[in-house]
């Protein structure tokens, strides 16, 4: 998979320990970590470096591809996205993406998702995208309808880190 991915607003790039201080600013409030699974609340800088060094660590296993997302214009950290396999074995590949609150409702986890399922269609040549939010989340369910994402029918219960419970995962996917 590229390390970088352009899109008109928007750079996706591998994670520096310089992005940590931003990804803790979002986090702060702990909306990011109740939608995500694996992000904790509180979600202190120790936490956001240690996760940039392991996403670095386990950058060549072929199996995941964590990106920043940040500003074109200002190189300000709004985000990160991946992709990834929850199974080794699978063939479908997986999205997720967060965007901070103060950067929500601009389309950047749109444009920042699209760009990241073009590149990884090119690069990795998945039959299938498979995406997921929690059913408390209508709102990351409206991006990925936008960027061809239909409901599946299954739902998966997930640990949420931030919500420290399980919570219910609706599935989608997009067939590439």
């Known amino acids: 998979m590229r390390d970088r991915i352009e899109t008109g607003r928007l750079i996706l790039r591998p994670l520096e320990i310089t992005d940590a ?14 939608n995500t699974a694996r ?8 936490a956001a470096e240690l996760y940039i060094l392991t996403v670095r660590a386990s950058s060549g296993g072929k199996a ?8 074109r214009s200002s190189d300000a950290l709004v985000g990160a996205s991946g992709v990834f396999k929850r199974n080794p074995a699978a063939t479908d590949w997986e999205i997720g993406y967060w965007v901070g609150p103060e950067m929500q ?19 990795l040549a998945p039959q299938r995208i498979t995406a997921g939010h929690f059913e408390d989340n209508p709102a990351s369910g409206r991006v990925l309808e936008k960027l061809g994402f ?21 599935d989608m996917a997009l067939e590439v």
């Open 21 to 34: 201080p931003a990804i803790t600013h979002h986090c702060r409030d702990g909306s990011i970590a109740r």
């Open 39 to 46: 992000i904790p609340d509180p979600y202190p800088l120790l």
């Open 64 to 71: 995941s591809y964590v990106y920043a997302i940040t500003d």
């Open 105 to 123: 409702g601009r389309g950047f986890a749109t444009e920042a998702a699209g760009g990241l399922i073009r590149a990884a269609s090119s690069d």
């Open 150 to 170: 239909t409901y599946t029918g299954c739902t998966t219960r997930l640990f949420c880190m931030g919500r420290l419970a399980y919570a219910t995962s609706l």
